[in-house]
């Protein structure tokens, strides 16, 4: 509890969301000792508190443990408070404090203040701010006299699937609705680098083929009733054969592999996900030894929204950047990073 505590007394967050779980055998959303005892009466919690969408399962409950707001307002959460005080389930005073929450927080907003805004955003301005911020988020994990890119480097081999369809955010509420997405393979490009051409055409090719494969397969069986809510999964990771890397680790100057995971709400994450493929230690092993050879680096770069396996294989590319998922200006932020023009403030050799 730790981590909330010191949001709640050093950030004075606005609003808090109670969790679907339980806490020894009681829903978080239905107690009073966590939502009114410890985060109010023990931390000086002053903002509003809701519960997750359809968390819990008893209205009376959570109204008496301190949700001032009940997700997502279906009729029967209204029928529920209706019938909990006609029944003597929920105290009026305990529905009046909650009211007086909520009508708290919304005499702070700059809504209720008059603030005038406007429907055209500077979104040059927004893209340049995101640009940014996800550039000093990165983590250098492994950097032995790689990074940054020397001004000699010219052209790039990229490989990875990930590096030419880049997750810029998580699933669910992580994600953000977006005009675009930059991927990796654009971001270099837009930082003056060249990019190995009959490299990029393999995974193009590739990445065609998964897609007709999947649409041949909708067609056939219909679309998964979430598909709307998830993202389609990672393709299997392609490894080029022992004569294009060798061509390749001539023809460039270095190597970029992107390893990425999908994760986020409704997508919990699993053992194989947390642990690399074969296909991926293959490709890490084949590229490094490829490239190595010629006297040319590797980076491998990790696009990311949790923690995977890195103790058996960190020793083999030359460089492991975390860049994490990096939002629509994600292959600028990258190229940045690589390139020296952001620096990271964590570097971990």
């Keep these: 509890m730790r981590g909330f505590e010191t949001v709640v007394k050093e950030s004075d967050p606005w609003t808090i969301m109670t969790s679907y779980n339980k806490v020894n055998g009681t829903y978080t959303s239905e107690d009073p000792d966590l939502v009114e005892t410890v985060l109010r009466g023990e931390w000086g919690y002053k903002g509003m508190v809701m519960t997750d969408w359809l968390g819990g399962k008893d209205v009376a409950a959570q109204m008496h443990a301190g949700n001032d707001m009940l997700q997502p307002g279906r009729k029967s959460q209204y029928q529920g408070i209706i019938d909990g005080v006609n029944n003597g389930k929920i105290a009026v005073a305990d529905l009046n404090r909650n009211v007086k929450r909520i009508l708290e927080m919304i005499v702070r907003t700059p809504r209720f203040k008059g603030y005038k805004y406007s429907n055209k955003p500077d979104l040059e301005a927004h893209a340049k701010v995101t640009r940014q911020s996800a550039t000093e988020g990165m983590v250098l994990l492994e950097n032995r006299n790689t990074l940054p890119l020397n001004a000699e480097t010219k052209s790039i081999a990229v490989y990875g699937v990930t590096s030419y369809n880049i997750i810029a955010g998580g699933t669910g509420s992580g994600n953000v609705n977006r005009a675009y997405t930059v991927n990796l393979l654009d971001g270099l490009k ?32 219909g679309e998964d009733p979430m598909a709307w809510l998830l ?39 699993s053992t194989s996900d947390f642990n690399l493929s074969a296909e991926e230690k293959t ?45 629509q200006e994600g292959g600028n932020s990258v190229a940045d990073v690589l390139s020296g023009k952001s620096l990271l403030l964590v570097n971990f050799q």
């Design 283 to 327: 490709l890490i092993q084949s590229v490094s030894k490829t490239f190595q050879a010629a006297g040319k680096k590797v980076i491998v770069v990790l696009n990311i929204g949790g923690v995977i396996e890195t103790a058996s294989w960190k020793n083999i590319p030359d460089a492991i950047l975390l860049a994490w998922q990096a939002g």
């Design 190 to 221: 837009n930082a003056g680098y060249t990019i190995d051409a009959t490299v990029q055409g393999k995974y193009d090719a590739y990445l065609q083929q998964v897609e007709k494969e999947r649409e041949e397969k909708i067609a056939k069986e």
């Design 231 to 269: 993202p389609n999964p990672i393709p299997a990771e392609i490894v080029p054969a022992t004569n294009e890397l060798a061509s390749a680790a001539q023809a460039n100057d270095v190597a970029v592999i992107t390893l990425g995971r999908i994760s986020g709400e409704f997508l919990d994450r």
